[in-house]
């Protein structure tokens, strides 16, 4: 669930943050008519709770996948919340991109292509890293929930076996794993974050 939603998730969100960043007003493709459609579709998609997310499209998701219990299912919403909020970190990620390289790769000649794709996202590197640790850590607290829907996972694992059967022993289990996998996740995502800063 975590692999496919974010990659489904990257496919969205990354391309819808550098279209915020590029096309706001005094950047390298400046459009205000597609920056004030993206932002406000963004803006609604983060401000909806998962949870109710999840139930509120699941006619859609019937229609996507063919079914709207299990893990395949609890795909389809997990996307459409995690693209959204990828989509606002790498606005932040990129942003912080000074304006003098940007003003140096318009002084070389670059293209508008070139300017995004050997400056801005070379630049921003480190901190996209970040972003994208952030995001997985995000999607693993919103599959655990996507158990509320049969879709698997430890949030199943800890509805079915742990709250219905009241087993408390499963629920701090699943607690401790949690805790685990977002810790090793984190690490990882600093270490990647500090070697990429030096080179």
């Known amino acids: 669930?975590?692999?496919?939603?974010?990659?489904?998730?990257?496919?969205?969100?990354?391309?819808?943050?550098?279209?915020?960043?590029?096309?706001?007003?005094?950047?390298?493709?400046?459009?205000?008519?597609i920056f004030s459609i993206i932002n406000p579709i963004v803006n609604i998609f983060r401000s909806i709770p998962f949870i109710i997310l999840l139930v509120a499209i699941i006619p859609f998701t019937r229609f996507i996948v063919g079914t709207s219990i299990g893990t395949t299912?609890?795909?389809?919403?997990?996307?459409?919340?995690?693209?959204?909020?990828?989509?606002?970190?790498?606005?932040?990620?990129?942003l912080e991109v000074e304006e003098g390289i940007i003003e140096a790769a318009k002084a070389m000649g670059a293209t508008t292509f070139q300017i995004i794709f050997r400056f801005l996202i070379p630049e921003a590197f480190p901190s996209l890293i970040l972003s994208l640790t952030t995001v997985t850590i995000g999607l693993i607290g919103a599959t655990a929930m996507a158990g509320a829907i049969g879709g698997g996972g430890l949030g199943d694992l800890a509805i079915t076996y742990g709250y219905q059967r009241f087993s408390t022993i499963t629920i701090i289990?699943?607690?401790?794993?949690?805790?685990?996998?977002?810790?090793?996740?984190?690490?990882?995502?600093?270490?990647?974050?500090?070697?990429?800063?030096?080179?």
């Open 1 to 33: 669930m975590v692999s496919a939603s974010l990659f489904f998730g990257t496919i969205i969100g990354v391309p819808l943050g550098i279209l915020l960043v590029v096309t706001r007003k005094g950047h390298i493709l400046e459009n205000q008519i």
């Open 73 to 94: 299912a609890a795909i389809v919403p997990l996307v459409l919340h995690i693209g959204p909020y990828m989509s606002r970190l790498v606005e932040n990620s990129l």
């Open 173 to 199: 289990v699943t607690v401790v794993l949690l805790v685990i996998i977002v810790q090793g996740i984190q690490s990882l995502g600093n270490v990647l974050e500090r070697k990429i800063r030096r080179v």
